[in-house]
């Protein structure tokens, strides 16, 4: 019996209702045990998945879970594969060798020789002079704490005394004054990276750091780091952050998220940090010939609205972005003239949260783990084909790809009908169906990847460092956060240490070289 209906629980009160008033007939009264029983189900549901959440692991894994449902065509192919390599010989076993180079060739080493007394350098035997016949080496790693100096810059002042005797009024020579980032201050540009780095890298509230200064012998205070990173972000943005939000607009595959922001003084109850990707996570993921940039830009905004996304995705002369941009399915991208591609990672999740609420003993328990198994065959294509120029990814999605998403496609139509709305798996079928044509169009075009899962990567570390400093008191302090994390990461992205490109960006820009396409990072080659 299809049991499908927009308002299960309304339906299922009136016909309550009706039996208490009217009586019901027999085939009311099977409809009523059977919204009485989807109800249970669904409760049951919701109280094994709230379970879940709490103790089970968060992973998302799923790199071996279709091993488990293998299809007779797969076990068949197995099978013959097995045969085959039976007349073979076994490949020998690789050894696992250990990392016998723990510490880099930069590291200085200091050489500390343990030699025995003079007196026992003579044989016991024959009285004759023993020889060194070779050393034993072991290698101890010594931490060294941070050190800190001050800088004393003594410009000398030179007058003439002759003049001086004569009346003469002649100008004082003395040297330049020396450079710095933030003028005013004695903040130097080692200070500015570390606190940077310490914050938007690593995760280090100001109040800690505070802490760690103090203890170093320092009083600076968290007001006065505050103040260094707002005004060294208005230093860095229209230099960095404004060229390569151009070119970031100038790509033809943008990848973006978003994720909440406590404010303080916003009268919004919840605030946005938004973030928009191109390019791959480090140099070495543009293995399959993608010259994109790799680039991560944050965003403060107040709310969620459509609009920011839209605003941020125009360029200077008001022109609407209008390449690939993947999302997942938040209907506030959906106003964008962008051509949207959906992640196939989140209509998994979708069912991966059905499957753990699901009974073991539930007869639907199946489709769940059918809809796992067969994302999972789409997944295994694209770990084939990453490595793969563009050409050759597109070529093999359609012959691959693209039969496994039809089949998926029928077996969602069919499925969803007979599947209670409000239910997670219901929820899992709508979802897919709702953002079908969005999510296949990863095929059309090989740049494009299967998930969005590049700019959940790049959301994560502020999800991280907002676990530790909570919040931010003003609206320019947000902004100036999405400009340090969008240099940090970008840095990370291009291979580069973000400190020591920190420091070459400020040293460069402190003796006027401020050339943006000279200072991207990936233009930059660091020793």
Wanted: charged content about 25%.
């Amino acid at each position: 019996m299809k049991i499908r209906t927009d308002k299960p629980n309304k339906r299922m009160e009136l016909l309550l209702q009706k039996q208490v008033e009217q009586g019901l007939s027999a085939c009311e009264k099977d409809t009523l045990i059977a919204l009485q029983q989807a109800r249970l189900d669904f409760l049951e549901e919701q109280f094994r998945l709230a379970q879940n959440k709490l103790f089970a692991s968060k992973s998302e894994a799923h790199s071996g879970q279709g091993d488990l449902f293998n299809e007779v065509e797969e076990i068949a192919q197995f099978e013959q594969e097995k045969a085959d390599s039976e007349d073979e010989p076994a490949p020998e076993k690789k050894k696992r060798t250990r990392n016998t180079k723990p510490f880099a060739d930069h590291i200085p080493r200091e050489v500390i020789v343990h030699d025995i007394d003079e007196a026992d350098k003579v044989c016991e035997c024959c009285q004759g002079e023993m020889h060194c016949m070779g050393k034993d080496v072991t290698e101890k790693f010594v931490f060294v704490p941070a050190t800190t100096k001050v800088e004393e810059h003594h410009r000398l002042k030179y007058a003439c005394r002759g003049c001086e005797k004569n009346g003469t009024n002649t100008p004082i020579k003395q040297a330049p004054p020396v450079a710095s980032i933030l003028p005013k201050s004695y903040a130097t540009p080692s200070i500015i990276a570390q606190l940077i780095t310490a914050k938007y890298q690593h995760g280090l509230p100001l109040y800690r750091q505070e802490v760690i200064f103090s203890q170093l012998g320092i009083n600076l205070c968290r007001q006065t780091m505050s103040d260094w990173l707002i005004k060294i972000a208005n230093v860095l943005h229209p230099i960095l952050y404004e060229y390569w939000h151009k070119v970031l607009l100038q790509q033809d595959v943008i990848k973006a998220d978003e994720t909440t922001l406590q404010v303080i003084e916003d009268d919004n109850i919840k605030s946005y940090m938004w973030v928009y990707c191109s390019g791959a996570d480090t140099p070495a993921g543009n293995i399959h010939g993608d010259t994109a940039p790799n680039i991560v830009l944050y965003d403060y905004q107040p709310s969620r609205a459509g609009k920011c996304a839209a605003d941020f995705l125009q360029n200077d002369n008001q022109q609407d972005y209008t390449g690939y941009l993947q999302v997942d399915g938040y209907p506030g991208y959906h106003q964008l003239p962008a051509t949207l591609v959906v992640c196939m990672a989140h209509i998994r999740r979708k069912f991966k949260e059905a499957d753990k609420a699901q009974s073991k003993h539930s007869q639907k328990t199946g489709k769940a783990t059918w809809a796992l198994n067969h994302i999972q065959k789409l997944y295994r294509i694209e770990e084939a084909i990453k490595t793969l120029p563009i050409e050759e990814r597109y070529k093999i999605r359609q012959e691959k790809s693209v039969p496994l998403l039809i089949q998926f496609k029928t077996w969602l139509d069919k499925s969803a009908p007979h599947v209670l709305p409000e239910s997670l798996l219901g929820k899992a079928l709508n979802y897919a169906l709702n953002q079908w044509e969005k999510a296949i169009r990863y095929c059309d075009d090989g740049r494009l990847d299967i998930d969005n899962n590049r700019s959940e990567r790049a959301i994560k570390p502020f999800v991280m460092g907002r676990k530790a400093f909570l919040f931010s008191k003003t609206a320019k302090g947000a902004n100036a956060s999405a400009t340090l994390y969008s240099i940090v990461q970008t840095a990370i992205a291009n291979g580069l240490v973000p400190y020591d490109y920190l420091m070459h960006v400020m040293e460069k820009i402190m003796h006027g070289e401020n050339d943006p396409e000279k200072l991207a990072p990936w233009n930059v080659t660091l020793s």
